[in-house]
């Protein structure tokens, strides 16, 4: 999709350059006139102050653009302002196009958006956990019903044995039937060790269990599968709150469809708050990073993943591309970006 063609703004309309005209022998510059004055005077001609009159109606066409990207509109206003603040009042050459002006402007923050201000990088902080503390490295992975939070974890274990890691699994989603069952055909198709107590059970004591147990065989790295909830039932809710709170994960990743576009964002919004409401610490924790699904089936819609990381801080960490293991991607920023604004 490309952007509505935009009228080419002259450097300077008919009135303008009568005004120019008339003030011609002014502006010449006198032979004896120095250097400084010479630089002055063709500043005058070739510079221009960009004003709110320059630069919204252009940007007008580039928040609609976004819309049509999946960006939250409330985000897109916000994004816009952001950029008619820092181009208020800047000096431009006449002979740039506003155009282009707003467009590197727009990209810029773009990138600053989807750039993490902490990186994730789960095989530095395994390595770190695992020597430093003598521990399995945990990562609990939270979602909503039907996101694939299952294959996906079992994508991330596949990452992290190609990266030679020792991986176990615990299944802690006691609520929804089948999900055991599940988990254990990915644990036989990864060769992985399943740690579980069936159905029925306290979710945050089986992740207590499961870790102890990993802790024992020497194992690099722990993945706890928990139910599916919608961000809206209370009693789940609380018992993610508990699972967290009692076995304090190094990470929790968010499941998220990018095929649902801003609807993401409000179950992410969600998760955090009951995270919060319903933690016993007084620094309770959030979710650190954001597992994308489905990325491959959008087409050039990727607005969720600018609303997700804009809404929470929380960075994209996987983007999941396809059924099979090895379809877990890492987030490529700049293509993101040129998606956005193709």
């Known amino acids: 999709m490309q952007f ?41 001609l070739t510079n221009r102050v960009l004003t709110k009159e320059d630069i919204q109606p252009v940007l007008a066409n580039f928040r609609e653009h976004l819309i049509t990207k999946n960006v939250a509109s409330e985000i897109a206003d916000k994004l816009c302002e952001s950029v008619t603040t820092n181009l208020e009042g800047k000096t431009i050459s006449s ?18 958006i989807l750039t993490p201000a902490r990186s994730i990088d789960i095989l530095r902080d395994v390595n770190l956990v695992n020597s430093a503390q003598n521990r399995p490295f945990s990562i609990v992975f939270v979602g909503v019903n039907g996101v694939g939070k299952s294959t996906n974890l079992a994508k991330v274990c596949y990452w992290l044995k190609d990266n030679g890691l020792r991986v ?3 299944a802690c989603d006691t609520f929804r039937s089948g999900a055991v069952e599940q988990l254990a055909v990915h ?26 147990v990993a802790h024992d065989r020497g194992d690099n790295v722990v993945l706890i599968d928990t139910a599916g909830r919608m961000q809206d039932k209370e009693p789940l809710m609380k018992s993610l709150a508990k699972l967290v709170g009692v076995n304090n994960p190094d990470l929790i990743l968010f499941v998220g469809e990018a095929l649902v576009g801003n609807e993401a964002v409000d179950q992410l919004t ?52 396809g059924q099979h293991y090895n379809c877990l991607k890492k987030m490529n920023v700049k293509s993101v970006v040129n998606a956005l604004l193709k």
């Open 4 to 44: 509505g063609s935009f009228d080419k703004i002259d450097i300077l309309d008919e009135e303008e350059s009568e005004e120019k005209e008339e003030e011609e022998d002014e502006l010449v510059p006198d032979s004896n006139q120095s250097s400084y004055g010479f630089t002055s005077w063709f500043s005058k």
């Open 95 to 112: 002979f740039s196009r506003i155009k282009t002006t707003i467009r590197n402007a727009l990209e810029a923050a773009l990138e600053r």
């Open 168 to 170: 176990s699994i615990v």
């Open 187 to 212: 644990a036989s198709r990864l060769d992985v060790p399943l740690f579980q107590k069936g159905y029925g059970k306290d979710a945050a004591a089986i992740a207590l269990e499961g870790i102890r």
């Open 270 to 321: 969600k998760f955090n708050k009951a995270l919060t409401d319903y933690s016993a610490s007084r620094n309770p924790r959030l979710i650190d990073g954001i597992i994308l699904t489905k990325f491959d089936t959008i087409d050039d819609k990727v607005g969720a993943a600018l609303s997700m990381v804009y809404t929470t801080g929380s960075p994209i960490v996987f983007l999941g591309t």
